[in-house]
Structures are given as C-alpha cells and as structure tokens.
C-alpha cells in the first residue's frame, strides 16, 4: 500500500511543526479562550456567557426593599431606679373632662366663663363655685297651705298629693332622658305656664315643687318668673325681696344671694324680684343664660320650676321658654278653648317638649281615682 499519499495535516508542507503537540492541539481547539491568561501574546476575549433557562418560578422577579419609614419613638415609663432617681419626674398629663361627663358625676362642678365654656375641677378650665344658697330660712305656714289647696308636707296622702306625685315622677323621667341626650343643664328646668290667667298655673307649679323637694336625692327651686303680677311668694307666705329680675339688670349680682331657704327640706324659692317695663328684653340677652346656669351649679341633682306669666298675656313665657327642657302647660277643664291652647303650644315651640296637665277637672274619663287606696280599710 502506497503511503506517500496521505495528505499531512499542514498541507503538503512537509516541514516539521516546531510546536509541541500538545501546543498545536491548544492551538487548534482554541484551549485559550477557557484559560484566563491565555497563552502568551495571545490574549482573547471570552465570548459572551450564555444564560441558562430558567423556570418560571425562577424567572419571578425580587421582591424590592420597602423605603425605611421613620417611626416615633414610643414613650417608656420612667422607674426609678438608683440610676434614674436622680432624674426629674416627667411632667403630668391634664384629662380633659367634657361637661356630660360632669353632669352625670355628682363630684364635678361645673360652670361657665365668659365665652360660656364650661370648666370643672378636673379639667383645665376655672374651677367652678358650686351655688350655695345661704339665704334667710323662713317657716311655711302649713295651716295657709291646707287653706289654700296645696299639698301639706308631713301631712297624710290625699288624692291631690298622689296625682302630683304621678305628674312629678313623669316629669322626672322626662328630665333623665334629656340628660342622656346630653341637653345640659336644661334637663333640670321645667316651665309651667297657660293659656290665660286664672287657669291654675301658679297652683301647679307650687304643688309640682312640694311634691320634688319630698325626694331623698337632690332639691327643687321655685322660681316666680312672673314679673308683672308675681303670687309664689304670697302663696307661701314669704317675704319679699330681689330676685331674678335684679340678677338679670346688674351683672355684678349674684342670683343666688337672692335665693330664700324655708323650713320644708328640699324646698328654695327665688323671688320674681324688681318691675320693669323690659322684662321680655333682659330675658333674651346674653345674659339670661349665665344667670340660670349659675342656679344649678354645682347641683346636678336640683330641679328648677319656672312659674311664668300667661302664655297669651305676656311675652316673657315665650323668652324662658328658650332655656329649659320642659314645658307644662296647665289647661282648665271647661274653660281653655282649642284655639287658645294651638296658640300657646305654637309660641312654646322653642322648648323640645311641651305636655298639657288638664287642671279642675271634675271626673275622669278612665274613671280612675287618686289617694282613696291610703285610706281603705275592709
């Protein structure tokens, strides 16, 4: 077999290659490109790295760093350590109390300054001086009070004092329910007035005030609120003197320096105090509501009774009743007519609650009868 053809793998040169095998293999195969140096005066570049396929699961990307977000501090109390004792005590935080909350507690006061906010002993405004009536107590006449029809403290039950207690206890429910409401100081006043004169009111309001002051928890205050013809005091038999009137006209006046005190526990009674023409126009000043505020103040257990002047006779009944709770309005069986009563309650619209107390009547349309079960006996 003739060799001499088989071609060499330069060619037909047949010059010997002065590299080594090995060299020439690295040579052919490119052996550099995987040696980081590569072979002297050989320098290659790497070629571009292939990226291996990844899975989808793979291929999600990073979740990212949240940016920082500055936190506040959060205070650590203080103990006193030997360490820390040598240090100030921190300074105390003032709780700020609203004045619902000093309602339905006894042991606040609470009052009103000059931009009428309310202020009480454990908030940050002025402390509240509670009214203290220190007024001369003079001694009711019983005998006068059984003459004239009124309810006779002490006395036995009668009918006449088991219906004002039935008219007293829904007018007490009524004032609990507006003080959840959170109506203020307002819960604690009733006016009682009427269509005409001569219809019973001022006989009303004083038994509905007997019949409060006989409650063990709080007190009631009788207010003659009618200016131009006041009759509480002649109906007790108290003297007269100053009164709401003279605290409306000076504002140096204490309202409750004018507050008279009498023997039946429970029982203060406020003048209808001086006469004047503008009665109706210092009722409606600014005024008015710093004065009635100051009667209950520091009392959240006391009722104030408000006896006004005729609804359709005077104006003042309409003004006061801006400032209470309550309204009652005495109407006389047989004698109040329909229109009169319309008129009446339209002029009283400003007080959330108006209720109408059916005064001489001589029969009950339910047949009912009050205070004959005291005195049964079989």
């Given at each position: 077999?003739?060799?001499?053809?088989?071609?060499?793998?330069?060619?037909?040169?047949?010059?010997?290659?002065?590299?080594?095998?090995?060299?020439?293999?690295?040579?052919?195969?490119?052996?550099?490109?995987?040696?980081?140096?590569?072979?002297?005066?050989?320098?290659?570049?790497?070629p571009p790295r292939?990226?291996?396929?990844?899975?989808?699961?793979?291929?999600?990307?990073?979740?990212?760093?949240?940016?920082?977000?500055?936190?506040?501090?959060?205070?650590?109390?203080?103990?006193?350590?030997?360490?820390?004792?040598?240090?100030?005590?921190?300074?105390?935080?003032?709780?700020?109390?609203?004045?619902?909350?000093?309602?339905?507690?006894?042991?606040?006061?609470?009052?009103?300054?000059?931009?009428?906010?309310?202020?009480?002993?454990?908030?940050?405004?002025?402390?509240?001086?509670?009214?203290?009536?220190?007024?001369?107590?003079?001694?009711?006449?019983?005998?006068?009070?059984?003459?004239?029809?009124?309810?006779?403290?002490?006395?036995?039950?009668?009918?006449?004092?088991?219906?004002?207690?039935?008219?007293?206890?829904?007018?007490?429910?009524?004032?609990?329910?507006?003080?959840?409401?959170?109506?203020?100081?307002?819960?604690?006043?009733?006016?009682?007035?009427?269509?005409?004169?001569?219809?019973?009111?001022?006989?009303?309001?004083?038994?509905?005030?007997?019949?409060?002051?006989?409650?063990?928890?709080?007190?009631?205050?009788?207010?003659?609120?009618?200016?131009?013809?006041?009759?509480?005091?002649?109906?007790?038999?108290?003297?007269?003197?100053?009164?709401?009137?003279?605290?409306?006209?000076?504002?140096?006046?204490?309202?409750?320096?004018?507050?008279l005190g009498t023997?039946?526990?429970?029982?203060?009674?406020?003048?209808?105090?001086?006469?004047?023409?503008?009665?109706?126009?210092?009722?409606?000043?600014?005024?008015?509501?710093?004065?009635?505020?100051?009667?209950?103040?520091?009392?959240?257990?006391?009722?104030?009774?408000?006896?006004?002047p005729p609804v359709?006779?005077?104006?003042?009944?309409?003004?006061?009743?801006?400032?209470?709770?309550?309204?009652?309005?005495?109407?006389?069986?047989?004698?109040?007519?329909?229109?009169?009563?319309?008129?009446?309650?339209?002029?009283?619209?400003?007080?959330?609650?108006?209720?109408?107390?059916?005064?001489?009547?001589?029969?009950?349309?339910?047949?009912?009868?009050?205070?004959?079960?005291?005195?049964?006996?079989?």
């Open positions: 077999m003739d060799h001499s053809k088989i071609p060499l793998p330069h060619g037909d040169d047949p010059k010997p290659h002065s590299d080594s095998l090995i060299e020439r293999a690295a040579e052919r195969f490119d052996f550099a490109r995987y040696i980081a140096g590569g072979k002297p005066g050989v320098d290659k570049p790497l292939r990226e291996p396929v990844r899975k989808a699961a793979d291929a999600a990307p990073k979740p990212v760093a949240a940016a920082a977000v500055p936190v506040e501090p959060v205070p650590v109390p203080v103990v006193n350590t030997p360490e820390t004792a040598s240090e100030p005590a921190p300074t105390p935080v003032r709780v700020e109390r609203s004045r619902d909350t000093a309602a339905r507690d006894p042991r606040i006061s609470t009052s009103l300054d000059t931009n009428g906010n309310g202020g009480s002993d454990l908030g940050g405004g002025p402390l509240a001086t509670p009214a203290i009536f220190n007024g001369d107590h003079h001694v009711i006449d019983r005998d006068r009070l059984r003459e004239t029809g009124l309810i006779v403290p002490e006395g036995s039950v009668t009918a006449l004092l088991e219906e004002f207690r039935i008219v007293k206890r829904q007018l007490l429910v009524q004032a609990s329910e507006l003080r959840r409401q959170k109506a203020g100081s307002r819960a604690q006043r009733i006016l009682i007035s009427s269509p005409h004169p001569g219809e019973g009111k001022t006989y009303c309001a004083t038994n509905l005030a007997l019949s409060i002051a006989a409650e063990k928890e709080g007190d009631v205050l009788l207010v003659d609120a009618d200016f131009a013809k006041p009759s509480v005091l002649s109906a007790l038999g108290l003297p007269g003197g100053p009164g709401l009137m003279d605290a409306l006209m000076d504002d140096k006046a204490d309202v409750a320096d004018f507050v023997d039946i526990p429970g029982l203060w009674v406020l003048p209808a105090g001086d006469t004047t023409t503008n009665d109706s126009e210092f009722l409606s000043s600014a005024r008015t509501e710093k004065v009635l505020e100051r009667l209950t103040q520091g009392a959240p257990g006391r009722m104030v009774i408000f006896d006004s359709l006779a005077a104006s003042p009944a309409a003004e006061l009743a801006k400032y209470v709770g309550q309204a009652v309005v005495i109407v006389r069986a047989d004698s109040t007519g329909q229109g009169a009563l319309e008129d009446t309650v339209s002029l009283l619209s400003s007080c959330p609650n108006i209720q109408l107390l059916l005064n001489a009547a001589q029969f009950s349309p339910s047949g009912r009868s009050f205070g004959t079960y005291y005195g049964y006996r079989e």
